[in-house]
């Protein structure tokens, strides 16, 4: 059985990495490359990028840092941002990246999923589904970072997804993103009971304690975070981290 991962997932916008809470409000934190050198040293297990401008510039996350990042970095990762074809994703991999992420395009066309899918291989393609709850309290899946919606089952999203091809689902709650208050348990258990492929748990990870329900009690094969390994404090001062291999053995159940 393969051991669950812990993966950050940084924000670039522009030339810099940002966070915000529930998809706005972003806060440039510095530069991508020396925060990607931090977290290599410190071995984490996976990087997920993700450029939240280029879908709606309509165009690739820069190539010339995919490559940069394949440079300095032994661990694996994946890139998403306004990747449309594939030819797209063959540039990213082909710079790079291990897998790419997908969102906007792969919920508006699930056919790009099954055809990259088909070029590189299920391991290559990461769907993302951005969760957030509508005025009645109940779930849609949400596009464009998160403005549209394009479906109210989130569970039968992904039965769509790992039916054309993608190889991992990543859960993403909009409306605890940022926030360092816990995930949404209930969502991601319904999401991994519901596929045969790995989920990945994202948005509102504070502790060690949220990482570890994610994972046996949400069923997740990993658990993300962002503002949990790049804020510190009640004032969020910027501070890299990881958990140290102790805490990875407690939130793996080890």
Known sequence: ???ARVIPVLLL????????ERFSGHRYLGDPINTVKIFDAKE?????????????????????????????CLMPFGVGGGIRSVEDARR?????????????????NPDLVSAIARDFGCQS??????????????????TRC??????????????????????EIMVHCVDRDGTMQGYDIPLIQSVARAVEIPVIAAGGAGTVQDLRQ???E?????????????????????????????????????
Request: charged share 30%; net charge neutral; proline share 4%.
């Open 125 to 142: 393609v990461c769907v993302s589904l951005d969760v957030k709850k509508n005025w009645f309290g109940k779930p849609e899946v949400r």
């Open 44 to 72: 984490v297990d996976e990087l997920i990028i993700l450029d939240i401008d280029a879908t709606r510039e309509h165009r690739l996350p820069p190539l010339e840092l995919v490559q940069q990042v394949a440079d300095q």
């Open 218 to 254: 949400g069923g997740a094969s990993a658990a993300a975070a962002g503002a949990m390994f790049v804020f510190h404090g009640r004032r969020r001062a910027v501070l890299v981290s990881y958990p140290s291999k102790e805490e990875l053995r407690e939130i793996r159940g080890e």
């Open 13 to 20: 916008s522009g030339r810099g990495l940002v966070k915000g």
């Open 146 to 167: 998160g403005s549209k919606a394009v479906s109210k089952d989130p569970v039968e999203t992904a039965r769509r997804m790992e039916q054309a091809g993608a190889g």
């Open 214 to 216: 994610a994972i046996a």
């Open 92 to 108: 990213i991999l082909e710079a790079g990246a291990e897998k790419v992420c997908l969102n906007t395009h792969a919920l508006e």
């Open 1 to 3: 059985m393969l051991l």
